[in-house]
């Protein structure tokens, strides 16, 4: 595998390889490294310490090392002397529990001994804006109903054609892109794959998106909720599970076709949600998405996914089954860890598999209008704290994902939260000046 990274800088120019991992907030952490020395690094790893970085360490531990996987390699179409390597973090002789790309291929292990292959595909939202963050790129995009406006996206073509280019030319088969509900929003799509594979794909586009849109003047988010009144960045999951390239979930009898394997893995989905949340949706802004208000036109895709809920091919239910041979699950925003996204919904997957999980009835009903009146529904969890908490306290969760994961995701959440609550904020001031 060192040979081969060796050779591919001297087949391709590349003079730098960037070795790069993912933290537990979802932040994508690298150094550069001169070719001349990725044989030594692929060997003996590019050490971090791990405590400056959103892990649970301190300086006083040894460092972590990185070492890159070489089937991830991209060289990059914006600066194409520097190629993009996925590592895992090791400490010692061991991976990293605490990592986010080991814990979903640690799930994956618990997947693989069952006999099971997860494929994943996740539709990326994200908004174009001026660099400084504070307003949406085109002022001229404000139709009352801009969702796959051809105009607003054709104003866009230069940056969504060079990322899909690339996308084509990885041979991650893209196969749409188009203007969202909102102003400024838009979408991107490529075929599904195995989790792993998703998950780096799905962190080197997030790299990928930002890069090219700075070149163009842009400023690319995926923050769930950027203003108050628009429809949020979610980042929906389509889940199958596999077994010598078989679909498992697909059977012509079951009812929407679907196996009673697919229907317990979907029971685990709905049994761990609140439990889960804190990982698919981490921020204290991605609360503003689950409970959001309606918008203007009366509308938003997101409306109902607090209701821990599944339905066929309808948008307003957590869980929406769109085909014979998987489902969507609507709960990941754009703050979701590509990794823990994928490895919170195998974990809760597999558990709902062994323990042979009922979902009960699927509810054919619109959760827009008529979810507020339905008795006994469960819901998400209405803040980050409340959703660290369900975390923490899951032994299920614990059992799949690892404790010494689980317990470093919950104190740093925990710390980020407590943040939170001693910032004082505008509307504190309003609320609370004349009390
Ligand atoms: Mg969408």
């Known amino acids: 595998m060192t040979q081969d990274l060796e050779l591919a800088a001297r087949e391709r120019g590349i003079k730098y390889f960037l070795v790069s991992f993912t933290d537990l907030f979802g932040v994508q952490r690298a150094k550069l490294v001169p070719a001349s020395a990725i044989a030594d690094v692929t060997r003996a790893g590019a050490p971090f310490g791990a ?5 649970d ?6 460092d972590v090392v990185a070492r890159p996987d070489p089937s991830t390699l991209v060289q990059l179409p914006w600066k194409l002397e520097v190629g993009w390597l996925a590592s895992d973090l090791w400490r010692g002789d061991v991976l990293f529990d605490q990592a986010p790309r080991s814990v979903l291929r640690h799930v994956m292990g618990q997947s693989a001994e069952r006999g099971y292959e997860m494929k994943s595909g996740v539709e990326c939202e994200f908004f174009f804006l001026t660099p400084d963050g504070n307003a949406i790129a085109d002022a001229a995009d404000m139709q009352p109903r801009a969702c796959y406006d051809q105009h607003t996206l054709m104003r866009r073509y230069d940056v969504i054609a060079e990322v899909c280019d690339t996308m084509v030319a990885l041979g991650w088969k893209p196969y749409q892109n188009d203007h969202e509900d909102a102003h400024g929003q838009f979408e991107m799509n490529w075929a599904y794959d195995n989790a792993l594979v998703t998950a780096d794909r799905h962190v080197f586009f997030k790299y990928m998106l930002k890069s090219v849109a700075e070149k163009h003047g842009l400023r690319a988010t995926f923050m769930p909720k950027p203003f108050a009144h628009v429809v949020p960045n979610g980042c929906h999951a389509h889940v199958s599970m596999w077994r010598d390239g078989v679909n498992l979930f697909s059977d012509e009898s079951g009812e929407l076709g679907l196996s009673a394997l697919a229907y317990h893995f979907l029971g685990g989905i709905l049994a761990h949600a609140e439990s889960f949340a804190a990982l698919t949706n981490p921020t204290v802004n991605s609360y503003k998405r689950i409970n959001p208000p309606i918008f203007p036109n009366g509308w938003t895709w997101a409306q109902g996914a607090n209701a821990i809920t599944y339905s066929g091919d309808n948008r307003t239910h957590l869980i929406r089954i769109p085909g014979r041979d998987r489902f969507e699950v609507r709960i990941g925003d754009g703050a979701a860890n590509p990794y823990l ?6 974990a809760a997957g597999l558990d709902g598999i062994a323990t042979e999980a009922d ?3 699927r509810l054919d009903v619109n959760m827009i209008e008529q979810g507020g009146a339905l008795a006994g529904i469960r819901r998400l ?3 980050l704290l409340d959703a660290v908490r369900a975390l923490d306290k899951s032994q299920a969760l614990r059992a799949r994902l690892g404790d010494g ?6 104190k740093l959440k925990t710390m980020e939260w407590n943040t939170y609550c001693a910032a004082l904020s505008e509307w504190e001031r309003t ?4 009390c």
Do not use: R
């Open 381 to 383: 969890p209405s803040n």
């Open 405 to 410: 994961f689980v317990s470093a995701f919950v």
């Open 57 to 62: 360490m301190s300086p006083t531990e040894k």
């Open 431 to 434: 609320t609370t000046l004349d």
């Open 359 to 361: 979902p009960g009835k």
């Open 341 to 346: 996204l994928q490895a919170a919904i195998l």
């Open 51 to 55: 405590f400056a970085t959103w892990f």
